[in-house]
């Protein structure tokens, strides 16, 4: 049972980038899937939820109408594009599965020109 993070990187601002959020070892499709982010000295925070099927979507205001979540339960895995990245979106970028407190390593996201 595991969550595998890929897709971060060094981007400047104003770019994008995808994560993914491969799934294993259990039904991924039935389960809503969650993006957290740390940035260094801070504590964790959340950035969006999606439900199992993707008809429920939610995001914290501070990448409302920059960031997107989504899934593709075909092949067990969670997305998060960013767009019009700032630095302060610089963190380790988690997924998660909430209510089996499923986590992750993170993948690294830094924003600098």
């Known amino acids: 049972v595991q969550l595998v993070e890929s897709g971060g990187g060094l981007v400047q601002p104003g770019g994008s980038l995808r994560l993914s959020c491969a799934a294993s070892?259990?039904?991924?499709?039935?389960?809503?899937m969650s993006w957290h982010r740390q940035a260094p000295g801070k504590a964790r925070e959340w950035v969006a939820t999606?439900?199992?099927?993707?008809?429920?979507?939610t995001y914290a205001d501070s990448v409302k109408g920059r960031f997107t979540i989504s899934r593709d339960n075909a092949v067990n895995t969670g997305y998060l594009q960013m767009n019009s990245l700032k630095p302060e979106d610089t963190a380790v970028y988690y997924c998660?599965?909430?209510?089996?407190?499923?986590w992750g390593q993170g993948t690294q996201v830094t924003v600098s020109s």
């Open positions: 070892g259990f039904t991924f499709s039935n389960y809503r």
């Open positions: 998660q599965i909430p209510s089996r407190d499923l």
């Open positions: 999606i439900s199992d099927r993707g008809r429920t979507i």
